[in-house]
């Protein structure tokens, strides 16, 4: 009996991997489309263990497909559209190249369409999943809503992300689910907590767009996957929408102006949805808001988690008084001031907001308005000024909602050098990592800035100066008083010291004597925990040890980065300290001048 043997490479990973090419063969399809199909399904080259049996011994390096993933893809409905895609464009250039434009008009007006519904449920069976993977969809959009009509993007893309993105700023705010703030070169950082998901996508900033070379970036790559991603957006609005009593698409609650709704209503209140401004249109007006309603923490009778259970009764409540951050505040945008991203930030915690009426539809109330709070300048100065209302720069609006709190006005007024602005997604509990004071005193409310030490050392020197000349004046007067008293004191210290010493003498009969404790030796317990330490180096296994010394020599460049940043940190603080003195006295030798 003869036993025939599999062939090389037909199990294991020879049979597991399939490359690229022999992918396209199997599928039929183009390298654009079979890209633009692994984009949409979410499939995406795997690395081998070993790349020599994955490549059935070939050499080089290939792009290399799991074999399931290529037999998924072929019962993907969407193959057959991509072909009749194909077909449409070589009978739309053949018409086109005869010169028969009825033909041709006829074919574009019966052209194929894409639909990805099905694939964005089959990505994401349920509403959490699609939340846990909104991170990049929404970064993607927002860039997109920025793009004027570009070559290889089509004609309403960038449109159609600009409505959805502000539909879903639209969602936060009437959630009021923002929770942290930052701006960077990049743009404005935003997160927020949905259904118990944390979100995190960035807006870039409103600068001109400047055109890229073809190299740079591959805008028809990206463009695909916006395809894909507009319309899970669009599935995911609506159901937070209609979570929240809203109607969708989104209706606002007041229609002012009845012309010009009549002239064109969809222009109208897209132009003042887009304002951020107007609050949205119930679904049922006796419901309340989900959002809105407080809701009552679960106590489990479990003695072991009360600690966590605090912890997360004390978030609860920090989560609701942010929530009503801005409350009471009516807020007035200068015109130099970025509108969009300090509307959404203030109306997300219960401000409300205006801006000049020539600037962009949607303003509440004029400048002149008396009863305005606070006004946002980003101008070294201002001619006209009202004394009710205090004029801030924008970044106390970031550091407030960062710091959960309504931070003093006075360190972000016009003109003033304004504080670091600290990134609010940095682990403060990582190990070896340099904090700086300002986050450390956010962090610590005991902890104290230099210049608050700076300024309590002047008021103390004040302080010392003007008890100085009431010391001196006591002095003279003490001195007479000490040498009446040192006569009459002597003679009473001898009475008392031998009665003292006779009472000495009777407790030490009766004393109790306590046992000698043994002083630990600090060098030899180091000593003793360094050779411990040796021996639990010694018991790693071989395979495991050059990667605890890559361990040990990235923890001792980053204890080296955390020293060298604290040394400059303490350079800087050094030269200012003395600048800070230098202007005290100069300021002190002035005063001193003008007296005489």
């Not at 574009?108 to 939340?131: G, Q, S, W």
């Not at 879903?168 to 949905?194: C, D, M, N, P, T």
């Amino acid at each position: 009996m003869v036993v025939i043997g599999k062939k090389k490479y037909q199990s294991g990973e020879g049979a597991q991997f399939m490359s690229r090419k022999a992918a396209l063969k199997k599928l039929q399809l183009t390298l654009v489309d079979f890209r633009r199909l692994c984009i949409l399904k979410g499939i995406y080259p795997r690395e081998p263990r070993n790349r020599k049996r994955a490549q059935k011994g070939e050499p080089g390096i290939k792009i290399l497909y799991h074999k399931k993933d290529i037999q998924f893809l072929m019962h993907e409905p969407i193959i057959w559209k991509l072909r009749d895609f194909k077909v449409f464009n070589r009978k739309v250039g053949r018409a086109r190249a005869l010169r028969e434009f009825s033909e041709m008009k006829r074919y574009l007006n019966n052209h194929p369409t894409l639909k990805l519904d099905h694939i964005v449920k089959e990505r994401y069976p349920t509403f959490i999943d699609a939340l846990r993977d909104l991170d990049d969809c929404l970064t993607l959009c927002f860039l997109f809503s920025t793009f004027p009509s570009l070559h290889h993007i089509p004609r309403d893309q960038s449109v159609l992300c600009r409505r959805l993105t502000i539909e879903f700023l639209h969602v936060i705010i009437a959630a009021k689910a923002l929770r942290k703030v930052f701006v960077s070169i990049k743009g404005y950082y935003y997160q927020a907590e949905i259904k118990g998901q944390t979100i995190t996508w960035i807006v870039p900033h409103h600068f001109s767009f400047e055109p890229q070379t073809k190299n740079d970036v591959d805008f028809k790559i990206m463009s695909v996957f916006v395809e894909f991603y507009i319309v899970m957006l669009g599935f995911v609005n609506y159901r937070l929408y209609h979570t929240l009593n809203l109607y969708y698409p989104p209706q606002l609650t007041s229609s002012d102006n009845s012309e010009k709704i009549l002239v064109d209503e969809e222009v109208y209140v897209s132009e003042r949805v887009a304002a951020l401004n107007v609050p949205l249109v119930n679904l049922d007006p006796s419901l309340q808001n989900v959002e809105d309603e407080e809701l009552e923490m679960d106590e489990f009778a479990n003695e072991g988690d009360a600690t966590k259970l605090e912890e997360a009764r004390i978030e609860v409540e920090k989560v609701k008084k942010l929530k009503k951050l801005f409350k009471g505040l009516k807020v007035f945008l200068n015109r130099e001031v970025p509108r969009e991203p300090l509307v959404f930030i203030l109306r997300c915690f219960g401000a409300e907001v205006s801006w000049d009426k020539l600037l962009f539809v949607g303003a509440t109330f004029d400048e002149n308005d008396e009863t305005i709070t606070h006004h946002i300048v980003d101008r070294p100065s201002l001619t006209k000024q009202y004394i009710s209302r205090y004029y801030v720069q924008p970044q106390w609006i970031f550091d407030s909602v960062n710091a959960r709190e309504l931070l003093p006005v006075e360190k972000y007024f016009i003109g003033c050098v304004l504080p670091p602005h600290l990134s609010p997604f940095s682990d403060s509990h990582h190990d070896q990592i340099y904090i700086p004071p300002e986050e450390h005193a956010l962090m610590d409310s005991e902890f104290r800035l230099n210049d608050e030490e700076d300024s309590g050392e002047e008021a103390e020197e004040n302080e010392d100066e003007e008890k100085e000349d009431e010391v001196k004046e006591r002095v003279s007067e003490d001195e007479t008083e000490e040498s009446k008293e040192s006569s009459d004191m002597n003679k009473a210290d001898t009475t008392m010291n031998e009665k003292e010493q006779q009472r000495d003498r009777l407790r030490k009969k009766m004393k109790v004597k306590t046992g000698e404790v043994t002083k630990e030796d600090p060098f030899e317990k180091k000593r003793q925990e360094r050779q411990e330490y040796r021996l639990r180096e010694r018991m790693i296994k071989k395979k495991h040890r050059n990667l605890y010394r890559s361990m040990m020599e990235g923890r001792k460049q980053r204890a080296k980065e955390v020293w060298l940043l604290r040394k400059k940190r303490r350079l800087h603080d050094a030269t200012e300290k003395q600048k800070r003195k230098e202007e005290r006295k100069e300021k002190k030798l002035k005063s001193l001048n003008k007296n005489e």
